[in-house]
């Protein structure tokens, strides 16, 4: 039986050495009314169902923060076995673990999971149709939590960028470094996410809860606006100054293995009217990341 020789809430975070798992570790300093525990892939593989039940079995947690996942969108699509462990099974068997011990789960998916042919943001009840591998194996980790866990929180975020690990931001500046010009696709509309400022809202949630508040169930966060990886690469490139030319192209000119949707604005007036407000803007939020990185050189 896990006991605990202190008075403060333990928050579980795993997969804490990707973007988000990073930036949790980074806010986490201030906040010391919580006891943080951070696990790696290798510390606890949350596919592992033994694994997950003997660490819960060890320690005393109130919240545990899902951020690991297999988010390699495009080569999911031949490695549908692994990416139905981690992003299927894995949910499942962590809000098992949460249910049995009490511990309220919050598990983070994405708006891959939408059907793109509505035009309009995206609302939490509405229809799905994963185009990608990775999509579906995300939906079917919400669904595994849900079912498993129904008083669990499961966040629907986009487009995540961090200072920390690979993504969209860190490879324009590394190609405007390499590259004189470069192709970017203009026809797949989206919101991006810093992924401190969903950080921040997760950690707001623990907040909320602590005080008694009760989130379950499905919630949209990304930043505020709507943008197209064309105009998110043109946004970064002016921040550096960069003298490469950016131009715009089709998705049918940059073919991948898995499918991504055209339109894919999550609609945030939920998380708004409960938790959230002011969301940054994506511009604002990008800024802050692009300074931090420059600072880091
Ligand atoms: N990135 C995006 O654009 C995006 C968009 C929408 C939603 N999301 C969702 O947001 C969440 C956080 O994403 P992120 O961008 O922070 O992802 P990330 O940077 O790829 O981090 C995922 C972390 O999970 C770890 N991991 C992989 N398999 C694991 C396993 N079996 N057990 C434990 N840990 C494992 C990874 O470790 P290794 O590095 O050692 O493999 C990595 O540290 C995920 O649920 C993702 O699906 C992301």
Known sequence: MATSGNHKKTVLVTGA???????????????????????????LPIEEK??????????LIHYCINCAAYT???????????????????????????????????????????DEGIRRPLKEDDALAPLSVYGLSKLKGEEAALQTDPSALVIRTSWVYAAYGNNFVKTMLRLFKEKESLNVINDQVGCPTYAADLAAIILKFVGAMESGKKYEGIVNYCNDGITTWYDFAVAIKEFVDSPCIV?????????????????????????KSTLAPDIPFWKDSLHKC????????
């Open 290 to 297: 692009l300074v931090l990185l420059s600072k880091q050189g």
């Open 50 to 59: 033994s694994s997950v039940d003997l660490f819960f079995d060890k320690h």
């Open 72 to 114: 390699a969108v495009d080569k999911a699509e031949t490695e549908e076995a692994k990416a139905f462990l981690i992003n299927r099974d894995g949910p499942g068997f962590l809000a098992d673990a949460c249910r049995k011990h009490h511990v309220k789960f919050i598990h983070i998916s994405t708006d891959y999971v939408y």
């Open 247 to 271: 131009r715009p192209i089709p998705t049918s000119q940059y073919p991948t293995p898995a499918k991504r949707p055209k339109y894919s604005v999550l609609d945030t007036s939920k998380i």
């Open 17 to 43: 050495n990707g973007q988000l798992g990073r930036e949790l570790r980074d806010l986490s300093a201030n906040f010391a009314a919580y006891d943080f525990l951070f696990t790696s892939n290798e510390e």
